[in-house]
């Protein structure tokens, strides 16, 4: 299975408890101590957070005196929060719907507001870790469901509460599509329709397992109607895909914003002020272009991050 942000969050109940403030295990001998006027920046291993993680270390050569090293693409979540948390690393940028339903102490209630979800998150990280969390990027990359733009003009869906209507009015002889997880875990697929009061009715759904990078292009191709898909990924611009609109909030918002070590911080002030800027400028218009030249284009995303802060005039 591809590691993903998505699927380490989807383990995240089996791994939360290892999490607190145990050390990286295993990779201490790899990374080593972060050392004085040394910073080591770390990501996940998909390209959007790889691009984000080169636009702090980008950022950080050319408005610093640090040295900063390249950990990107070391893991999931969890283990880049292990990295920081134990000062292996010296920062990743945390998802705020990451932060909030997998890293310890656990919640179960959503916070809607993403400014709320954010200072939420904010102050469990200096609570309870003791580290900063800086300022965020507007976008969301959130869950979101996708249909194919023939469908939605059909149709007339465009919110969750459309399509619950819909499927309701006994509208059930299209496909959908989904990865077995998403299809499987309470808040996922089932707290979804629950929400939304459609669950009886979603029954007689056909509904399909497919890999999360083929969804856009099973519907794109006429082999679906609707799926689960990101909000941020290029292909829901490529092959042309509508998007239905989570009106009513159920998935929390996922907005990235750099997480950094508090002895880090501390002992170099100066990472705070080109790693604030960049989060700010990422609408989500911004992300997905530069989400498609890596992965539709085949970019180097260390060239994309550069060309992109030139561009805001932040290098």
């Not at 989060?279 to 991050?305: C, F, H, W």
Request: aromatic letters at 8%; charged letters at 20%; a neutral charge.
């Amino acid at each position: 299975m591809k590691t993903t942000r998505r699927n380490l969050l989807r383990y995240g109940g089996a791994t939360a408890a290892t999490l607190g403030t145990t050390g990286l295990a295993g990779c201490a001998g790899v990374l080593g101590a972060t050392q004085a006027g040394t910073v080591k920046v770390s990501s996940a291993r998909f390209p959007e957070s790889i691009l984000l993680s080169y636009m702090a270390i980008e950022s950080l050569r050319a408005n610093t005196d640090l040295t900063v090293l390249d950990e990107t693409a070391l893991g999931g979540t969890p283990m880049n929060f292990r990295a920081v948390n134990s000062g292996e690393v010296s920062m990743f940028w945390l998802y705020t719907g990451g932060g909030w339903t997998t890293i310890p102490p656990i919640k179960d209630r959503v916070i809607a507001d993403p400014g709320k979800l954010y200072t939420a998150v904010k102050r469990q990280m200096k609570r309870e870790h003791g580290l900063a969390y800086l300022r965020r990027a507007p976008f969301n990359n959130t869950y979101i469901l996708i249909a194919s733009s023939e469908w939605a003009n059909e149709t007339g869906v465009k919110t969750m509460s459309d399509f619950a209507e819909y499927v309701s009015d006994g509208n059930t002889g299209f496909g959908v599509v989904m990865g077995p997880q998403f299809q499987s875990r309470p808040d996922g697929w089932p707290g979804l329709i629950e929400h939304y009061g459609f669950a009886d009715a979603a029954s007689s759904l056909n509904v399909r397992n497919v890999g999360n990078s083929l969804t856009y292009q099973v519907i794109g191709r006429g082999g679906a109607a609707v799926g689960v898909g990101f909000s941020t990924n290029p292909n829901i611009r490529k092959f042309n895909l509508a998007t239905i609109d989570d009106d009513e909030g159920f998935f929390p918002a996922y907005n990235p914003a750099p997480l950094v070590n508090g002895e880090a911080i501390e002992a170099n002030p100066e990472m705070r002020k080109p790693l604030n800027q960049i989060g700010p400028t990422l609408t989500t218009d911004k992300i997905m272009r530069l989400n498609g030249r890596v992965s539709l284009q085949n970019e180097d995303p260390q060239r994309v991050a550069r060309e992109y802060l030139r561009s805001e005039g932040l290098l």
